[in-house]
């Protein structure tokens, strides 16, 4: 059955369906105004339910606002226009006729018989429970079950047979690599398809509002730093320059309006004396416009690496907004990475491991140690921070029940304008097990930063004008 045909398909059923798509994508985070709202209202009226894709590209255009948002769109539209309701009709096929049949789908690349596919999977493997209809489904357990990553041995022959192997004149291995990277590509738009399936089957047991906030994955700058797969981090990485240049514009538009400076109470009083004490001519305190300095403190040490890699390229490409910009990575001994961080904005992704193979961040384990590091930079690097520069210490503050040296941290709180403490773990969590968090909190300000998002938000508020 067709999302049109659903019995909640008349004017005021789709009126409600849309309000609970735009209200589903407004709680991950995607900005949708009213203006939006009507655009799209006035878009399903004009492209009508039936051509299923067409509506799904109206409405991104009408709704998005860049293309990080699309994966959220897609899977929050999954489930509120559904290609079908209900499960297959006719009798589930077996497992090998139905790899067959996944096989020649992929090799021909037909998207539509991929889909159907997908949903015969879902109803056949991806079953769990005990009731009749099952108590929910599984696109990991139909993926397991099918396996269709092992096809592409089988899929690259029948292209080969077929005549579709690459351009003409080209190298064998070079099309042989093209060749398996675009079969690659048709059986991840296959997996994508079958949890899509699965997601509907249990949104509609469980509702589509519950699935759509607990089910569909966040935006990329919506995910925690602490859990962010590979490639979610990947995808992170891709956003430093977008967000980089919305942070320099706020930057920018901040320091203007602080160069105006504030009014001189003294000189106003003074010059109102000629207007009978009327100030009508605000006389303004004008500041010297000097760009400040920054140092940052990177734990980047187990997962916290990647909330502090990222931290890192961020910084960098604002560095045009600041006099001076000074880097130093730990685990439990410090070392100053700004050097490496130049070199390494070229390779994003492998900035990481250019820091651990060139730098000195441990001494006798492999463990943090934030008492050491923090001891060492007050010791080593103290002419490194002035009354000009603002430190930013990126870390969990877990100690491994060492000292947290607070000394030390008072000294370089001393010896700064400001500092500031980004800390990618859950602000309930601060104090449990061998966080120090609430310790060094009462030295500095401490801020809760587990997203790219939040990140965003505290620099640009945080960070000198």
């Known amino acids: 059955m067709s999302a049109a045909a659903e019995p909640a398909a008349g004017t005021a059923g789709v009126a409600g369906r849309l309000a609970g798509f735009t209200g589903a994508l407004r709680g991950h985070g995607i900005r949708i105004g009213t203006g939006e709202g009507v655009d ?36 929050v ?27 020649r789908a992929l090799a021909a690349n037909d998207t539509a018989l991929m889909g159907q596919l997908a949903v015969e999977a879902v109803d056949g493997f991806g079953g769990y429970g005990s009731s009749p209809g099952a108590d929910g489904w599984s696109a990991y357990q139909t993926l397991e079950r099918l396996r269709p990553q092992t096809l592409l041995a089988r899929v690259r022959a029948s292209v080969r047979a077929g005549g579709g192997t690459g ?34 089957r249990v949104a509609e047991r469980r509702g589509r509002e519950e699935i759509a906030r607990r089910a569909v994955a966040p935006t990329a700058d919506r995910v925690d730093f602490l859990y962010a797969g590979r490639d979610r981090v990947a995808e992170l990485r891709r956003t430093v320059r977008p967000l980089a240049r919305k942070l320099a514009t706020r930057l920018a538009a901040r320091r203007r309006r602080a160069a105006r400076g504030s009014i001189d109470l003294r000189r106003t009083l003074r010059g109102s004396l000629s207007t009978g004490g009327v100030p009508v001519r605000p006389v303004l305190r004008r500041r010297r416009p000097v760009r400040p300095e920054l140092v940052l403190l990177c734990d980047v040490s187990g997962s916290v690496a990647g909330f502090s890699d990222f931290t890192m390229l961020l910084v960098q490409a604002l560095h045009d907004q600041f006099s001076k910009v000074r880097v130093f990575a730990f685990v439990n001994r410090i070392d100053e990475v700004t050097g490496l961080l130049r070199h390494g ?118 960070l000198p004008v």
Do not use: K
């Not at 004009?46 to 051509?51: V, Y």
């Not at 190298?171 to 899509?196: H, K, M, N, Y």
């Not at 100690?399 to 010896?415: F, H, K, S």
């Open 40 to 75: 799209a209202a006035r878009a399903v009226e004009a492209l009508g339910l039936a051509d299923r894709e067409l509506l799904r590209e109206g409405l991104a255009a009408t709704l998005l606002h860049g293309t990080g948002q699309r994966a959220v769109f897609d899977q």
């Open 77 to 103: 539209f999954d489930l509120y226009f559904p290609r079908t309701v209900g499960g297959p009709e006719g009798p589930a096929a077996g497992r090998e006729e139905l790899r067959d049949r996944l096989a």
């Open 167 to 200: 351009g003409e004149g080209a190298p064998e291995d070079f099309t042989e690599r093209l060749l398996d990277d675009e079969i690659r590509r048709r059986i991840e738009l296959f997996r994508r398809q079958v949890g899509a399936e699965a997601r509907r």
């Open 345 to 462: 904005t070229a390779d994003p992704e492998g900035l990481g491991a250019r820091i651990q193979e060139e730098a000195r961040l441990t001494g006798w384990h492999g463990s943090s140690d934030y008492g050491v590091a923090l001891g060492e930079f007050a010791e080593r690097y103290a002419d490194v921070v002035g009354p000009r520069t603002t430190v930013f210490v990126l870390g969990d503050a877990r100690t491994n029940m060492a000292d947290p040296n607070l000394p030390a941290l008072r000294e370089i709180a001393g010896r700064a304008r400001r500092v500031y403490w980004l800390n990618p773990e859950p602000r309930a969590q601060w104090g449990t097990g061998d966080s120090a968090a609430p310790d060094y909190a009462g030295e500095v300000g401490m801020h809760e930063c587990r997203n790219a998002r939040q990140l965003g938000a505290i620099v640009s508020r945080l």
